[in-house]
T-cell receptor
Framework: AQKVTQAQTEISVVEKEDVTLDCVYE???????LFWYKQPPSGELVFLIR??????QNEISGRYSWNFQKSTSSFNFTITASQVVDSAVYFC???????????????FGKGTKLTVNP | EPEVTQTPSHQVTQMGQEVILRCVPI?????FYWYRQILGQKVEFLVS????????KSEIFDDQFSVERPDGSNFTLKIRSTKLEDSAMYFC???????????FGDGTRLSIL
């Protein structure tokens, strides 16, 4: 069964600090996708990144970077030089790439609430 | 950038009443999903829909729930007889292909009194 664990319930940092949000996943499939979504206080879900299980290259997008390590089943997210606007709940999610049928539903972790203080 | 549109943004309903939540997918998207998020909790999968039929549903999606695409554009979630525990944010998500990211609407906050 698929499972996503975000052990950090809440993190509070001061602006300009770097912060890493942890995500550990479980799946029996060899082909799967990992995602991060941001949920700001306004409530919408904003897509940040998708990674497939065959691509272990780390990715950087501006102040955001992601570290995918299959050996530890982790897909961690780092925000460099955090800003107040980064305050949100961040969800890690997993979907399995089914060969036929099914729906590749997203299985979400419980989320990490990040508060960046000025 | 194309968006998934959900209406209404907030729905207040008496327990036992029927509600219909509406979603307009991104044009050319073929796969549709409903998710639910009870306040302060994680986002949970309800149902997926492709080619005018349900592909998969969770144990939450019982006989009180139904989905349909009545006119080729809207994608609706109906709850026949609402309960207090149906109070949640409901998100519609759509994607153009099974290997592509799901794009979420802004959600409908459903409050059952």
């Amino acid at each position: 069964a698929q499972k996503v664990t975000q052990a950090q319930t809440e993190i509070s940092v001061v602006e300009k600090e770097d912060v890493t949000l942890d995500c550990v996943y479980e799946t029996r499939d060899t082909t799967y996708y990992l995602f991060w979504y941001k949920q700001p206080p306004s409530g919408e879900l904003v897509f940040l990144i998708r990674r497939n299980s065959f691509d272990e290259q780390n990715e950087i997008s501006g102040r955001y970077s992601w570290n995918f390590q299959k050996s530890t089943s982790s897909f961690n997210f780092t925000i460099t030089a955090s800003q107040v606007v980064d305050s949100a709940v961040y969800f890690c999610a997993l979907s399995e790439a089914l060969t036929q049928g099914g729906s590749e539903k997203l299985v979400f972790g419980k989320g990490t609430k990040l508060t960046v203080n000025p | 950038e194309p968006e998934v549109t959900q209406t209404p943004s907030h729905q207040v309903t008496q327990m036992g009443q029927e509600v219909i939540l509406r979603c307009v997918p991104i044009s050319n998207h073929l796969y549709f999903y409903w998710y639910r998020q009870i306040l302060g909790q994680k986002v949970e999968f309800l149902v997926s829909f492709y080619n005018n039929e349900i592909s998969e549903k969770s144990e939450i999606f019982d006989d009180q729930f139904s989905v349909e695409r009545p006119d080729g554009s809207n994608f609706t979630l109906k709850i026949r007889s609402t309960k207090l525990e149906d109070s949640a944010m409901y998100f519609c998500a759509t994607t153009g292909g099974r290997t592509q990211p799901q794009h979420f609407g802004d959600g409908t906050r459903l409050s059952i009194l």
